[in-house]
């Protein structure tokens, strides 16, 4: 049976509808969510960093340069996607006597940008711009992370690692004191989905930092974190504090509720007009 113009326009109408909707809901991002002893929080959207962090900085800060920069710390919080911290009153630190805790070891290779030639010293302010590195973050439910040793912060059950693509800072130098930030994009490599479901696609970390006499409430550190745990020598090492947080973006991509049963609606609707059209 021959469809009149009007009946094909409604059908085409309700496909691409269809179409459109399908399109919206294959894009929906799946909220993660991360379980630990306090329970399951949902949905996940990083961590906030103890303001008492440590970076460290190795290598001659000379323009052109090439420097290698180690973070660490535990977390403070857990956030949700709009930064909002959930409740968890046995997540170590803030609880002495918690049951759980989150640590992070990240090493960021940089290149150094400043004034002068290259190989000149960059003096009192220097750009730094991050060209690889790696992450990992750590689940410990013996809690015993020391940020001044580095002891414990490598000991616990590897939660989420990746590599470092981009980012950067800066560092300005004033008097016996001074301030900068960094920050890094990165990917997800690894997450253990029996903690945090669905996996991870990519990370944004950021950070401020303070040296000499701008700290607040900091302890230079001692030494660094090592492998499974353990510590390893400073060596010849710039320390600044570090106050950072961390936020992640899911991999999995699946149907909302609404979006399925607006989708369900445009299907019959499309049913509906062809079996009004023949």
Not at 134 to 150: K, R
Not at 258 to 263: E, F, K, Q, R, Y
Request: aromatic share 10%; with cysteine.
């Amino acid at each position: 049976m021959t469809m009149t113009t009007g009946k094909f326009a409604r059908c085409l109408a309700s496909a691409a509808l269809g179409s459109a909707l399908l399109m919206t809901a294959a894009g929906a991002s799946a909220s993660p969510s991360i379980t630990n002893l306090d329970g399951t929080f949902d949905p996940f959207g990083g961590f906030d960093w103890s303001k008492a962090g440590n970076a460290i900085t190795s290598g001659a800060i000379v323009n052109g340069g090439t420097v290698t920069s180690t973070f660490w710390a535990n977390a403070i919080a857990i956030n949700d996607t709009s930064s909002t911290p959930f409740t968890t009153p046995n997540l170590f630190p803030n609880n002495a006597s918690g049951t759980y805790e989150y640590t992070t070891l990240a090493t960021i290779t940089e290149t150094v940008s400043c004034g002068g030639a290259i190989g000149d010293p960059c003096g009192t302010s220097a750009t730094f711009t991050a060209t690889g590195g790696s992450w990992t973050i750590y689940y410990d439910t013996s809690p015993n992370s020391n940020l001044v040793t580095g002891s414990g912060i490598t000991d616990g059950t590897k939660l989420i690692a990746g590599d470092v693509t981009s980012g950067g800072g800066t560092f300005i130098l004033s008097g016996t004191g001074g301030g900068g930030f960094f920050n890094y994009n990165g990917t997800v490599t690894f997450t253990d989905t029996s903690f945090i479901n669905p996996a991870l696609l990519g990370t944004n970390a950021f950070s401020t930092l303070q040296f000499g006499s701008d700290t607040t409430s900091w302890t230079h550190p001692t030494s660094q974190p090592g492998p499974n745990g353990t510590t390893a020598p400073l060596g010849n090492v710039l320390a600044f504090q570090a106050d950072a947080n961390q936020a992640f973006t899911p991999t999995t991509t699946v149907p909302e509720p609404g979006t399925l049963a607006l989708l369900a609606a445009a299907i019959l609707g499309v049913g509906f007009v062809r079996r009004r059209s023949k």
